[in-house]
């Protein structure tokens, strides 16, 4: 069973191995969990999965390998041998205890006979289960533990809760999920580089230490700069149109940057970079800042971060006058070689799922325009884009 159990985990991408599959088998021998499905999920979850962002996936495969089973019986079953159980019952058993079993009918019937029950038992349960839910469906009064009632003090039967693994807590650890801001900062600290500038304002505790020992005792405070993320960033991001369903998204990445970078200069624009963007989308139509001004500010040590989902007509970056906003004097595919050679640091993260790119003649030719350097808006993602910019 475990091995079938193991099979539906690898269907399912949990990268779990033979040597993990023996572990939990050990552990089974030992008895560490008995006749439990909860205890049994935890400890096969730890011994299975070694990264939690494959705690989803794991959840999914137990829930689907293990759907209406409540205990592990049928498990136990195929893992004991019944000559194994009968001398553990043997031992357990006085002679008078093993007489009377005989009485019964010898120890297959009575063992037999006490399964029976332990069914009855399930089926009268699930059939209560059942009734009361229906109750609680005619009612529409039930609080969340199945209680009715406003005070939820009725006299109705606690619902049972929830298995744990089809709650499926660990979903946002999955790496192909979309991003909150807490796991974007996390992406982004990939990219770092430290170093100690600007004014003495740190305890430096090891020189300290090490100087007043020099000084006989006497207190000699050593102050050093404070260690500071170096790493420069420019960010364009797209705009309006078809941007609009990413605006959320886009919202936290821009939120994250501001935290997290502190050399960090952002701008907008519309579909395709040309000759001119702008920071303020209020005032993008009157206070225009030239593509020109930026790339000559800015040095060549600047990574540089572009967000949108290329997608548009191909002309738009093929073309002059393909802009859908101005004439453009020249072809956005012509600004972006421009930047890419100004800046060889760069990367593309587009908020659409990767697998619907192949179906859009423009985000083709902006991957080629990038040299394939565009990721999706995800943790994977985010984290190799970063990678490759801390090169």
């Given at each position: 069973m475990l091995i079938n159990f193991f099979l539906t985990l690898r269907r399912y991408n949990v990268p779990a191995t033979i040597r993990e599959?023996?572990?939990?088998?050990?552990?089974?021998?030992?008895?560490?969990?008995?006749?439990?499905?909860?205890?049994f999920y935890l400890l096969s979850r730890t011994c299975l999965v070694k990264d939690e962002k494959n705690y989803d996936k794991f959840d999914r495969a137990f829930s689907a390998y293990f759907k209406g089973l409540d205990d592990l019986h049928g498990l136990l079953e195929s893992l004991i041998p019944d000559e194994w159980l009968r001398h553990e019952i043997e031992q357990l058993l006085d002679e008078k205890d093993l007489a009377e079993i005989e009485s019964l009918g010898g120890l297959e019937a009575f063992i037999e006979g006490i399964a029976k029950?332990?069914?009855?038992?399930?089926?009268?349960?699930?059939?209560?289960?059942?009734?009361?839910?229906?109750?609680?469906?005619?009612?529409?009064?039930?609080?969340?533990?199945?209680?009715?009632?406003?005070?939820?003090?009725?006299?109705?039967?606690?619902?049972?809760?929830?298995?744990?693994?089809?709650q499926r807590q660990?979903?946002?650890?999955?790496?192909?999920?979309?991003?909150?801001?807490?796991?974007?900062?996390?992406?982004?600290?990939?990219?770092?580089?430290?170093?100690r500038q600007g004014a003495d304002e740190e305890l430096d505790m090891d020189n300290t230490i090490q100087s007043t020992a020099h000084n006989g005792g006497m207190l000699d405070i050593k102050m050093r700069p404070e260690r500071r993320n170096t790493v420069k960033v420019l960010t364009f991001f797209d705009i309006g149109g078809s941007m609009d369903a990413h605006v959320k998204i886009c919202e936290e990445l821009f939120s994250a940057t501001r935290t997290e970078f502190k050399h960090l200069e952002s701008f907008?624009?519309?579909?395709?970079?040309?000759?001119?963007?702008?920071?303020?989308?209020?005032?993008?139509?009157?206070?225009?800042?030239?593509?020109?001004?930026?790339?000559?500010?800015?040095?060549?040590?600047?990574?540089?971060?572009?967000?949108?989902?290329?997608?548009?007509?191909?002309?738009?970056?093929?073309?002059?006058g393909g802009s859908v906003e101005h004439w453009n004097e020249e072809p956005g595919a012509v600004w972006m070689q421009r930047i890419s050679t100004i800046y060889p640091k760069l990367i593309w993260i587009n908020p659409t799922p990767q697998e619907t790119w192949e179906y859009s003649s423009s985000v083709a030719i902006t991957q080629e325009l990038v040299e394939n350097r565009m990721y999706p808006l995800t943790i994977r993602g985010l984290e190799d884009a970063m990678s490759l910019l801390s090169k």
């Open positions: 599959l023996m572990d939990l088998i050990g552990a089974m021998k030992q008895r560490l969990v008995y006749a439990n499905i909860d205890d029950k332990l069914r009855e038992e399930a089926e009268e349960q699930a059939r209560q289960e059942a009734e009361q839910a229906r109750r609680e469906g005619q009612d529409g009064d039930a609080d969340q533990d199945g209680q009715s009632g406003p005070g939820g003090k009725g006299k109705g039967k606690k619902r049972k809760a929830r298995k744990v693994w089809d660990y979903k946002n650890l999955d790496d192909s999920v979309e991003l909150g801001t807490r796991n974007i900062k996390m992406a982004l600290r990939r990219l770092r580089k430290f170093a907008y624009f519309h579909n395709f970079l040309y000759e001119s963007v702008w920071q303020d989308n209020k005032r993008r139509l009157s206070e225009r800042i030239p593509t020109w001004e930026i790339l000559n500010k800015y040095g060549s040590d600047y990574r540089v971060v572009i967000v949108g989902d290329a997608t548009m007509a191909p002309y738009e970056i093929t073309h002059s």
